[in-house]
C-alpha cells in the first residue's frame, strides 16, 4: 500500500535526493480514487526504481500551491532533489506504465 504522507515527510525524502512518485489527489476526487488503483498495481512493479507516496491536497494545500497544483489528480517524480517531470490527470494503467518506463 502506498503511504499517505505531509508535505514535510515529501520535502524530506526529496532533499534526501531520493528517487520518488508522488500522487497528489483528494478523497472526494473519482479520478484520483480510479488512479489510486492504478497506482497501487505499479508501485509494486516500479519499487525498486522509486518511493511511492501520496499527498493530499485538501490537507496540504501550502505544498500543493507551491508546485503549481491546480487540478488532480497530478503525479510527480522527483530526482535529485527536484521535480523531474509530472503528469496531469487520469492515466490507465498502460498509460501510467509507459510514463513511469520513461521516466525511471
Known sequence: ???EVSG????ALVEEGKT?????FATWCMPCRMLGQVMETL???FKDRATFVKVNVDEN??????LGIFSI???YIFEG???KTHNLGYLPEE???EFLTQNL
Open 20 to 24: 520518488v512518485v508522488c500522487d497528489f
Open 1 to 3: 500500500m502506498i503511504k
Open 8 to 11: 514535510r515527510e515529501l520535502d
Open 81 to 83: 532533489g527536484k521535480v
Open 61 to 66: 494545500g501550502d505544498l500543493a500551491a507551491s
Open 43 to 45: 508501485a509494486e512493479e
Open 95 to 97: 498509460q501510467l506504465r
Open 73 to 75: 489528480p497530478d503525479v
